[in-house]
């Protein structure tokens, strides 16, 4: 059985390599290397997989689950300069790529090791990103 909660945080980034000339940057970030930042709204579900339990007839306490999601990636990330405020990328560019599994390494830490854990992660409607640990 699997169980979703779904949560919202706004961050900002750049994507660029800092042992990169600014050409090369601009080559392949494109947009995305403004130097001055720019926002997303992400949207992230956290998908969480395992038995029902026979007393409670849950996977996972929902409400357990979203204290776990807003102590590890929300009160992490929210309303945060992911490039200067977060450590965690302070050498690892800010992709959707690196964020989706940065949060996923996160919550698996803080997760008990009997669930199995998927997460999708939308930068924009349109930029989708999936990671189960590989
Ligand atoms: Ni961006």
């Known amino acids: 059985m699997k169980v979703c909660r779904r949560v919202n945080f706004n961050a900002a980034h750049r994507l660029y ?4 000339s600014d050409e090369k940057n601009n080559e392949v970030f494109g947009k995305c290397n403004n130097p001055n930042f720019h926002g997303h709204n ?4 956290v998908w969480v997989e395992g038995k029902v339990d026979s007393e409670t007839g849950y996977v996972i306490d929902l409400k357990i689950l979203k204290q776990i999601i807003n102590d590890h990636i929300v009160n992490e990330f929210d309303h945060k300069n992911l490039n200067l405020d977060c450590e ?3 050498s690892l560019i800010p992709t959707a790529e ?14 008990d090791p009997k669930y199995r854990l998927k997460l999708k992660l939308w930068e924009t409607e349109n930029n989708i990103f999936e990671y189960s640990g590989e």
Not at 98 to 111: D, E, F, G, M, Y
Request: hydrophobic share 50%; glycine share 0%; no cysteine.
């Open 17 to 20: 390599r800092p042992d990169w």
């Open 98 to 111: 690196n964020i989706i599994a940065v949060s996923w390494k996160k919550l698996r830490n803080a997760l």
């Open 42 to 45: 992400y949207v992230m579900e």
């Open 88 to 90: 965690e990328f302070e």
